[in-house]
């Protein structure tokens, strides 16, 4: 293997790609090697994305906008990604919503309700619509952004502690069904990272204090390339 380019020749889906982690990891995926297929709703966050990744690699990723709850359109990803490449070697579901910072009783539902159809839904229909092509890998990894928040609940988190709950819940049963496969997945808690989610959630801190996103995306690689065995929980910057 290259070691420059752990990744070469892999199919990387990444989810949230327009800013923020899903940026930094699609740039270093494509920097690793991998072809990146990003999507994320805002067009211009992706092209700029794209420039980066062809200025960088001298080769182009490949661009979906798309909401993420629209789950027929996740389903159309899936095809879209069969016929071209007839498997899926890597997914980065970095898309997230933070919600609202509020008592929960004063919760919106349609507030709540996005959380959810980000957070947990959503990442239900990537799994359903890409565990075939998962499965077409010699060795398909999946990584999911969650939150120490989901296994310690904090007042006024809970729209999206919730939600990433059922995120953990919801990966760690599939998990256990892929044991005999050569798939594997990660949640991934990346702790506080210098994004604008962690800004609308902490408006108050001093985000020069935090790590940028792309002091993740060593150990990300380590997750998701094939010769390695990665762990179902990483919680970044813990000592193990
Ligand atoms: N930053 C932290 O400190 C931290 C800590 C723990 C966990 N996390 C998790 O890490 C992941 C990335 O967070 P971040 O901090 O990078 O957040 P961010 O900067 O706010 O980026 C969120 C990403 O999600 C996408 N997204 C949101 N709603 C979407 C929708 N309906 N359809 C498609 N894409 C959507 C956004 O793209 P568009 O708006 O262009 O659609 C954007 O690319 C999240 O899952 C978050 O929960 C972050």
């Known amino acids: 293997m290259n070691n420059d380019r752990p990744l070469a020749d892999r199919i990387a889906l990444v989810t949230g790609a327009s800013r923020g982690i899903g940026r930094a990891a699609a740039l270093g995926l494509a920097e690793a090697g991998a072809h990146v297929i990003a999507t994320a709703r805002t067009q211009g966050g ?19 906008p798309l909401d993420i709850r629209n789950g027929d359109g996740v389903d159309q990803l899936g095809g879209q990604i069969f016929v071209r490449w007839g498997r899926l070697d890597i997914l980065v579901s970095a898309a997230g919503d933070l919600g609202q910072l509020t008592p929960t009783a004063h ?7 996005r959380a959810v159809a980000v ?31 989901a296994r310690e609940p904090r007042p006024f988190f809970s729209a999206y502690g919730a939600s990433k709950a ?6 760690s049963a599939w998990a256990d069904e892929l044991a ?8 991934l808690s990346p702790g506080p990272m210098r994004t604008r989610m962690r800004a609308a959630a902490f408006p108050g801190e001093d985000a020069s204090t935090l790590p940028a996103p792309e002091a993740l995306v060593p150990d990300l690689i380590d997750l998701v390339r094939g ?3 990665p762990p179902a929980y990483f919680r970044f910057g813990a000592s193990s």
């Open 180 to 187: 005999h496969t050569s798939v594997r997945t990660v949640l």
């Open 107 to 113: 919760l919106e539902p349609r507030t709540f309700e």
């Open 46 to 64: 992706l092209e700029a994305l794209d420039d980066e990744i062809f200025a960088a690699t001298g080769a182009h990723a490949t661009l979906v």
């Open 166 to 171: 059922g995120l953990d819940n919801l990966v």
């Open 227 to 229: 010769d390695r065995e």
């Open 119 to 149: 957070n947990l839904t959503a990442n239900f229909r990537l799994i359903r619509a890409l565990e075939p092509l998962l499965r077409k890998s010699d060795a398909g990894r999946a990584v999911f952004l969650t939150t120490g928040v």
